[in-house]
């Protein structure tokens, strides 16, 4: 069965520090999701494509993340640098199409700034 | 911001109960989903009910909506141990899906 592929599963790093993750999305699938979850809250959505543009990026903290989806295939989430509330999973999803139907989930990287 | 807002924030049962969690929104939506996530990992997919519909089914869930309350339910029965996780709401309205805060459900063996 088709999955979301996320990678690194975990990652420490020190405050001040810039730090990449990477999202590979079921085959197709046109839209892909960044999600940020805090623990014991619910995911917090921080920037949405369409291919390759940017659909919505109002919660991402422009002054220190960034992403991108080049060829509106897979795609990267920077945070540069980081901070100690950067400590989250970030989850990465996709779907088929634009009407908002079922998204698919990876299995999200844990960052930890120390 | 996060538009669900679940009820209870946990709750605890023996295996063989039923599970009920609510969710209550604030603006009209297109649909509303559930998502079931285990400790430390993604979010699974559990079910969609569409703004026009009242109430379905899947397996051991059923979910009911009401838009003139703006809240929905969703019924686990006869729960087994690998229940145990967190469920979220999502809201779809426009092109975007907004989680609500989760319950975290604990089922004793």
């Known amino acids: 069965e088709a999955e979301v592929a996320q990678s690194p599963r975990y990652k420490i790093t020190e405050k001040s520090q810039a730090v990449a993750f990477w999202c590979d999305p079921i085959?197709?699938?046109?839209?892909l999701y960044w999600y940020r979850q805090i623990l014991g809250q619910g995911p917090e959505l921080l920037v949405q494509f369409q291919d390759e543009s940017v659909v919505d990026d109002s919660q991402l903290p422009k002054d220190r993340f960034s992403a991108e989806r080049l060829k509106g295939v897979d795609s990267t989430l920077k945070i540069q640098p980081a901070e100690l509330g950067d400590s989250a999973m970030y989850l990465c999803?996709?779907?088929?199409?634009?009407?908002?139907?079922?998204?698919?989930f990876g299995e999200g990287s844990r960052l930890t700034v120390l | 911001s996060q538009q669900g807002e679940e009820d209870p924030q946990a709750l605890s049962i023996q295996e063989g109960e039923n599970a009920t969690m609510n969710c209550s929104y604030k603006t009209s939506i297109n649909n509303l989903q559930w998502y079931r996530q285990n400790s430390g990992r993604g979010l699974v997919h559990l079910i969609l009910i569409r703004s026009n519909e009242r109430e379905k089914h899947s397996g051991r869930l059923r979910v009911t909506l009401d838009t003139s309350k703006k809240s929905s339910s969703l019924l686990i029965t006869a729960s087994r141990a690998a229940d145990t996780a967190s469920y979220f709401c999502?809201?779809?309205?426009?092109?975007?899906?907004?989680f609500g805060g989760g319950t975290r459900v604990l089922v004793k063996p």
């Open positions: 999502a809201t779809a309205g426009g092109n975007k899906l907004t």
């Open positions: 999803a996709s779907s088929p199409g634009q009407v908002t139907g079922e998204l698919f």
């Open positions: 085959s197709g699938h046109a839209t």
